[in-house]
């Protein structure tokens, strides 16, 4: 473990305080040099915990999580080549082995906390087995549509093995691919999808993705040789080289396949790769989510429809019969360019103290001054228009670059009662806070992150403090409800994408329609979420989660099994795992070996009182 040097600093500040204290020896004791200067900032509160409230370590899993991830980790900084068959051979024998490991372990000699690890480290192996067999056949499918790709892989892969390899017959694999490629390039600008096996624009994208990767990869291994190995230089990686034309024909090709194929010569388009139901369901499985696509469909529909009628009745307040018309108001209070970041801190404390006063979770005082605050950049708010958060919060606003209207749409966008929503949610008690516990208590279980957990334990909130009054306006009961019904129409687009039911444009004009987006924040949104960035499920676990977490709490503290803040604390000290299991611990019961998800959280799919 490497120690930070703080000695020396301290050492010279005790000698600059000896030396001051020798100078004042020498002045008369009648001397006197005005008041003490006043402190720039105000003393620092007692950040050290309790030793005694960390609790000791006797968890058996706990060790064998920490060694796979270390070894984990090894594979992923050795066999680094995308796509290659030793890469998937390596992987697939790790995980299979650590399967075979774990099966002679029984559970019910165990303890709570051991076997909640235990079924999650099994399920964890069997889903990257099955997601590598899903993304494997996605590659082949890509691949079909990129000569030589598989030889051009395996180069690259041979050379971070280690492999001895010739470089005349480099230079021939080189030079042919790159004539294969060129050749296809011409023959697609011509000919279009006639000219390519696959006629699905998803695919040549995927496949343009692909080629990106391989490129890469191939750089990787053209830098290895060039300036040390003399005869691969001479043949195969020199500038202008064999290695070159060939970054150049995959260049070319990879843009021929985006915007002849797949229609993405505007930078904005929104292309995205869904799934399909059959993927969907297992990956709800995995997730530990008991819903079929259509059922949490119907959910979604339902939340809407409430998120409606209560945006109804605060538009009402403000004087409006349309929340519509309410909202438009509101896009006109924003904060002047340069004082966002204020008003920012500001909310930040109010939701802080918010939460302490009402005793609602412990926040450690550590908690609430290690965060920072950055300014997201003009292309980064092409895909995040809003809030971002985490360890630190991101704030986009418009800048110096953006056009005219794209600064209107951030200011509106970015709106002081829509901020006054976000960024609690993104801060304390959500994202930050979350953050900060993660490395604190039960660190093993980050393998485990769910979206379910993450993402819904922050829009949780903002259900608990929309009906415990936080918001006392109707202005900002209306910024709450806008986020609600973003959520809510979320799962829509984004289980309507991966079936097959909703275009992104139909995204885009439920985000305006339904819920209020301006346009170019909906596109943006929208982009995100199919960029392939996100899990599928991802946008769908803000709500479903929140959802989950809101049922537990009427089971354990509406009930008076537990208090506000146990019953959060308690989430948070249990580490990411999912919420039914999330459940299962708080009332003390083991789940079984073969547990799968039952939980019924929303039930009769009726809606919430």
């Not at 998803?202 to 053209?222: E, F, H, S």
Request: proline letters at 6%; charged letters at 25%; aromatic letters at 10%.
């Amino acid at each position: 473990m490497l120690l930070r040097p703080v000695a020396r600093p301290f050492r010279r500040l005790a000698l600059a305080g000896a030396i001051a204290l020798l100078l004042t020896t020498s002045v008369s004791a009648t001397t006197t040099f005005g008041p003490a200067p006043t402190p720039l900032r105000p003393p620092m509160p007692n950040i050290v915990p309790d030793v005694a409230s960390i609790p000791a370590d006797s968890q058996r899993i706990r060790p064998l999580l920490e060694r796979y991830q270390a070894d984990l980790g090894s594979l992923d900084h050795f066999y680094d080549v995308p796509y290659g068959q030793t890469r998937e051979s390596a992987y697939q024998s790790f995980h299979e082995g650590w399967q075979r490991q774990l099966s002679t372990i029984d559970a019910s000699t165990l303890g709570l906390e051991d076997r909640i690890d235990l079924l999650l480290f099994r399920r964890e192996l069997a889903h990257q087995l099955d997601q590598m067999a899903f993304e494997h056949g996605r590659y082949v499918e890509a691949a079909a549509l990129i000569p030589d790709v598989d030889k051009l892989v395996a180069l690259a892969e041979d050379r971070r093995l280690m492999q001895p390899q010739d470089p005349q017959q480099s230079a021939a694999l080189l030079a042919e691919a790159t004539r294969r490629i060129e050749a296809l390039d011409t023959d697609v600008k011509q000919r279009g999808f006639d000219a390519v096996s696959n006629r699905n624009p998803v695919v040549a994208y995927r496949a343009a993705q692909v080629i990106d990767a391989v490129r890469g990869a191939l750089g990787g291994w053209k830098d290895f040789y060039a300036g040390y190995d003399p005869d691969m230089d001479y043949w195969a990686s020199s500038k202008d080289g064999p290695a070159d034309k060939l970054d150049a024909a995959l260049a070319a090709y990879a843009n021929t396949l985006r915007d002849k194929l797949a229609g993405a010569s505007d930078p904005e388009t929104i292309i995205g790769d869904p799934i399909g139901r059959d993927a969907l369901v297992k990956q709800l499985a995995y997730e530990g989510i008991a819903y079929t696509p259509e059922e949490i469909l119907d959910i979604a529909k339902r939340e809407l429809a409430w998120c409606h009628a209560e945006m109804t009745k605060a538009a009402k307040e403000m004087g409006y019969d349309d929340w519509h018309a309410a909202l438009e108001h509101i896009k006109q209070d924003s904060p002047a360019p340069g004082q966002q970041p204020q008003l920012v801190r500001k909310l930040a404390w109010e939701a802080i103290d918010y939460v302490e006063d009402n005793d609602l979770v412990t926040v450690p005082e550590l908690a609430k001054r290690d965060w920072r605050m950055n300014m997201l950049s003009a292309e980064r708010q092409l895909q995040a228009p809003f809030f971002l958060g985490g360890t630190d919060v991101w704030v986009a606003y418009p800048t110096a670059g953006m056009p005219e209207d794209k600064k209107r749409m951030s200011l509106r966008g970015n709106n002081r009662h829509f901020s006054r929503a976000v960024v609690h949610h993104e801060l304390i008690p959500g994202h930050h806070l979350q953050s900060y516990m993660l490395e604190r208590y039960q660190p093993q279980r980050q393998m485990f992150w769910t979206p379910f957990w993450g993402e819904g334990w922050a829009l949780y909130w903002e259900f608990r403090l929309y009906e415990m009054g936080f918001a006392e306006t109707p202005e900002d009961k209306l910024g709450m409800l806008f986020w609600r019904s973003h959520r809510a129409a979320r799962i829509q687009f984004s289980l309507g994408f991966h079936l097959g039911k909703m275009t992104p444009q139909q995204a885009i004009d439920l985000l305006v329609n339904e819920v209020g987006h301006e346009r170019e924040n909906a596109a943006a949104e929208v982009r995100r979420s199919f960029a392939g960035d996100y899990p599928p499920l991802y946008q769908a676990a803000y709500m479903l989660g929140g959802l989950q977490f809101y049922a537990l709490h009427k089971e354990m503290v509406t009930n008076g099994d537990m208090t506000e803040r146990q019953f959060h604390d308690a989430i948070l000290q249990g580490g990411p795992i999912p919420v039914e299991l999330v459940r299962a611990r708080l009332k003390g019961e083991a789940p079984a070996a073969d547990w799968k998800a039952s939980w019924r959280f929303y039930p009769g799919l009726g809606n919430r009182k």
